[in-house]
């Protein structure tokens, strides 16, 4: 009897990780794998042959024709006379300075209420003085009266500072046609048991590279900046998975 009360406990609990296998994509498999061990670093990979990838397309100006001038070494059109380091094709590397100080603090209110009456008197109806199905008589001048009131209060408030400073290397990985380039740096760092990612990406403007070969944040197009992290802390400050569908789910 006791060897069936076990097997039956084994199968109940089969079935739950089963369950929690179907609803998490079996993803707590590769966390039970990974008890002990450091979370592992992705690859360095080319960023243009990943899946996904799309080049970006933004609109150019009208093509113009370089222009020579004879006895010259000057080239219409040209950026500069003298050739420097800084990033300017596809496969260099530049020094992007993420600085970002944002601070909001917005409130707003809004109340409104409305009252409508309407009153008649008329006392007959087509000769009908009573409240029909009974014998209770109808008030002398409420025949046909309607009255109604609304009103609404809502208020809210948002209070939200944020600060990150650091610097990241980026590649270029695209030279768009009106000499703009796309760039995309990621940087990982792992401290004991927890890894934190850093993601920038964007167009840039070769005039706005310093002369050290590096560009702050403010002057990339289109930034896209990631911060965060993955490991044991951030897993833990997570809710777990069915709270996760309980929250999706239930109305109130």
Known sequence: MYQVRSLHRVALVCGLIAIGCGASGCSSIERLAAIGEQPKLSSIENPT??????????????????????????????????????????????????????????ANETQRSRSNSENSGVTSFFGINKIPGTNAAIPPGRML??????????????????ALQTTVAAVV?????????????????????????????????????????TIDSTKIAQA?????????????????????????????
């Open 145 to 162: 009266t309607a009255d109604s009131t609304a009103s609404s209060d809502g208020k809210g408030s948002v209070n939200r500072q944020e």
């Open 49 to 106: 042959a990943q899946a996904g990838y799309k080049p970006v397309s933004m609109p150019m100006p009208a093509p113009q024709a370089a222009s020579y001038n004879p006895n010259s070494l000057w080239r219409n059109g040209s950026r500069a006379f003298f050739k420097d380091q800084r990033a300017h094709q596809i496969g260099d590397i530049l020094t992007v300075t993420v600085n970002i100080t944002d601070k909001a603090n917005i």
């Open 224 to 252: 896209r900046i990631a911060y965060g992290g993955r490991g044991q802390i951030t897993d833990v400050q997570q809710a777990r998975y069915g709270q996760q569908v309980m929250d999706v789910l239930l109305p109130f």
């Open 173 to 213: 990985t695209q030279l768009l046609p009106n000499g703009n380039l796309v760039v995309e740096g990621k940087q990982e760092i792992r401290v004991n048991y927890e890894v934190r990612e850093l993601i920038v990406a964007g167009i840039v403007r070769p005039e706005d590279i310093q002369s050290d070969n």
